[in-house]
């Protein structure tokens, strides 16, 4: 079963590292949705935040540091999802990560589910076949870490994983 696939915490940091490991920053225009530069509060907001970054910069400190994070997925441009999603994934399965960015959490699963036809999700399908890799492993662990995130959680977990991403998983 996929259960039996599980990985330790360690190894799946090393597995979303290496497959996303010198990917392009997609640049500024391509930051948040909607006109560049961004106009409306919200969006300046998660611009000023990610804008110049590069993903392996964030780290669990930048997540915890401002709580207009927490909602940022929304406001992201595709191409920014798919760049930040190592460092969502490394965040998420850290070991100082709690429910503070929960909402980011659930966030990212939304996209990740191919039923909920996102745009995000569309450029997600762009992954290359290490990364489709690293993500599937990634829903697996967190499916199958029900203390730590819930069992709502890890059924939604479940689903996204079966809707795409099941066929890149190590058999």
Known sequence: ???????????????????????SYPGNEYIVDGPFPPKMYDSEEIYNLYHGRLWEELDD???????????SINFLAPEAFVYYLPSFMKHIISPDWNWTT????????????????SDKFSSAIKL???QSKAVALFLIYISSNHEEYGTEISAIAMNAFHSYWAVFSPS
């Open 1 to 23: 079963s996929v259960m039996d696939n599980l990985i330790s915490r360690e190894n799946l940091e090393h597995i979303i590292c290496s497959s996303f490991h010198g990917t």
């Open 61 to 71: 400190n930048f997540f915890f540091s401002h709580g207009a994070l927490q909602c």
């Open 102 to 117: 929960g909402c980011l959490l659930e966030g990212m699963l939304y996209e990740l589910d191919k039923n909920n036809n």
């Open 128 to 130: 290359s076949k290490d």
